[in-house]
């Protein structure tokens, strides 16, 4: 591709109190080999440096977009992605959170996927799992093909939500807001489901998700299973999915762990069951 017939990619990046890691965050974004790019980071009402870190970004280089929302929305940054993908000027839109890192060639790889396959709307990759200090611990894996997607919906997320990229051509808001946490799983779910738009995995990890103490996934674990298990019963009573026994059985499995651990011991064990039952 040449600069003139190059489409331009949004990287929507929401952002509370991020400070830690998100100037490792932009410069994994700058850094990438594909630049036709603007950042577009949406500052949701911190009370850290997370002000002044964008701010020198943009200074320095101006595909850096800042932008402000006074009071924190919560919902996990689907709505500040809401606000801040409403300002996309890209032909492609992706997503990235404050705490992860993108590989240097991830946006050049799903342009050229989406460029070149054009019945999909959504491409999202395998993930790199990295610690507070940016060291490797592993990696999650995701089926590819659309079908296989669609089939691991109600065992878990089939989608790394910070690793995705899609066509800029909705009518709505990505994220629909019902449940008290996971509404990405549930909208994305949707968007297959309603919009009948197709998806697709690339199999190589083209993003870092990073686990540390301040994951929002990672706190208050037994209530955020309830909205897990409220989304994937929704799936089944109101949209007629068919989930595989054997997926029930997995769920069921963890759901049993769940409500039989003192807190402060199931992240370690909920980690440790997905990689045993491969969920």
């Not at 990073?210 to 089944?236: D, E, G, P, Q, Y």
């Amino acid at each position: 591709m040449t600069p003139s017939n190059a489409p331009l990619v949004s990287v929507i990046m929401p952002v509370y109190n991020g400070e830690r890691f998100l100037a490792e965050a932009i410069e994994s974004v700058l850094n990438q080999s594909y630049p036709y790019l603007e950042l577009l980071v949406l500052d949701n009402g911190s009370s850290d440096r997370t002000a002044q870190i964008v701010t020198s970004y943009a200074q320095k280089d101006s595909r850096v977009r800042p932008l402000y929302e006074p009071e924190p929305f919560g919902y996990g940054g689907e709505l500040a992605s809401n606000v801040a993908a409403r300002h996309a000027k890209g032909t492609f839109i992706a997503k990235l959170d404050a705490d992860d890192l993108a590989k240097s060639d991830r946006f050049a790889k799903q342009v050229a996927f989406l460029t070149e396959n054009p019945d999909i709307f959504l491409v999202g990759s395998n993930v790199e799992l990295i610690n507070e200090r940016g060291l490797v611990t592993g990696q999650r894996k995701y089926p590819t093909a659309h079908q296989a997607i669609r089939d691991e919906f109600y065992l878990r997320f089939p989608i790394a939500n910070p690793s995705i990229m899609y066509r800029n051509a909705l009518t709505d808001d990505l994220y629909k807001i019902r449940f008290p946490h996971f509404n990405d799983y549930y909208s994305l779910f949707l968007l297959m489901h309603q919009e009948k738009k197709r998806f697709y995995n690339l199999s190589e990890s083209l993003t870092a998700y990073r686990i540390h103490t301040r994951n929002t996934v990672f706190t208050n674990l037994r209530v955020k299973w309830k909205s897990n298990m409220a989304i994937k019963r929704a799936f089944v009573e109101e949209f007629g999915y068919a989930a595989p026994w054997k997926h029930r059985t997995k769920v069921a499995a963890i759901t049993l762990f769940i409500n039989s651990l003192p807190e402060r011991f199931l992240i370690a064990i909920m980690n440790q069951t997905r990689r045993i039952i491969n969920a």
